[in-house]
């Protein structure tokens, strides 16, 4: 019998303090594979295997599909746990199916080949800036989105932090926050792999037909790779926070495409990166 795995494992560990020795329990944050495939009428194709923590698995896959360019709200059927014969027992819960409702796989590059993404950040996958250009994404300018008190910045780390059931037992997971512009939370996801973790929030926004998100403030936990903005791009965020330091290709793409991008939001301070025009 298939058992699905939750978002933290137990394990026995010795703890040494000083001169004090002691064997004891502690909860760990699970680390599990996730197939994410893709399916329309009889053919089907595994688009990426991610390292991901188990939780909002279709969520991750639909937000996945989306930051790809793959599938957008109007594009997903169904999505399920596989219940195919030719998958071991013990991979029921860590394989996705998503179908989609063309009755064509689309002929994209990111299905022209099987590729594997980790749960650390970076640029995972086949996209790239070139490639986000011709998608035909609609660029914001500073008159699009939220105008944002900074205030209302310096309170989204707690906010985030008291959100982070999981990272209370375990204290090694990342997280994304998808707040209101007056600082109100409205969706928080987890996962050891930040960009898993925005996957599943704009998963979230996708099956509830939330898209774009416009008028919301994205926060991360850690630094904000090229690979976050790029995403928010996807979902349509104008302003993105992180708690630490952006990286040059994230500055770049959030300049190009007309995203608030602030980083180091620690305390009463950070740092503005691209179009500061959207803080008051």
Known sequence: MSVRKGPTTRTRLREVSGERVRDRRDDLVTEEPLEIRVQAGSARRTLAITMRTPGADFE??????????????GDIAAIGYCTD????????????????????????????????TSSACGVC????????????????????????????????????????????????????GLFTPDGTPLATREDVGRHNALDKLVGWAVLGGRLPLRDHVLLVSGRTSYEIVQKAVAAGISVVCGVSAPSSLAVELARE?????????????????????RIL
């Open 85 to 116: 014969e030719d998958v071991p027992d013990e991979a029921r819960y860590n394989t996705v199916t998503v179908r989609l409702a063309g009755a064509e796989l689309p002929e994209l590059p990111s299905l022209d080949r099987h590729f594997m």
């Open 125 to 176: 996958g086949t996209a790239s800036i070139d490639a986000l250009r011709s998608r035909s994404m609609p660029y914001l300018t500073v008159q699009d989105g939220p105008r944002i008190a900074p205030t209302v910045l310096y309170e989204l780390p707690g906010k985030l932090r008291a959100a982070q059931s999981v990272f209370g037992k375990t204290g090694g997971l990342h997280a994304c």
């Open 60 to 73: 991750l896959a639909a937000g996945f599909l989306h930051g790809e360019g793959v599938a957008g709200p």
């Open 257 to 277: 495409f007309g995203i608030t991008l602030a980083g180091f939001l620690r305390g009463e301070r950070f740092n503005v990166y691209a179009c500061p025009e």
